[in-house]
């Protein structure tokens, strides 16, 4: 499980915050919504990029 976790943190990290988005959307908080769409690609593109440097 914590091999599973480690490799996956941060599909799960950018999915908890496409719901947190997705939840004030459906709130009609629509600019706060806008604003924290942006939120799992940024996680998404910098977990690409650290993994990366790391790897020889």
Do not use: D, N
């Amino acid at each position: 499980m914590k091999s599973f976790i480690l490799k996956w943190y941060p599909v799960i990290l950018a999915f908890i915050c496409m719901l947190y988005s997705i939840g004030l959307g459906i709130a009609g908080r629509y600019e706060e919504a806008a604003y924290s769409a942006h939120w799992p690609g940024t996680i998404l593109l910098f977990a690409i990029a650290i993994r990366q440097r790391r790897k020889p």
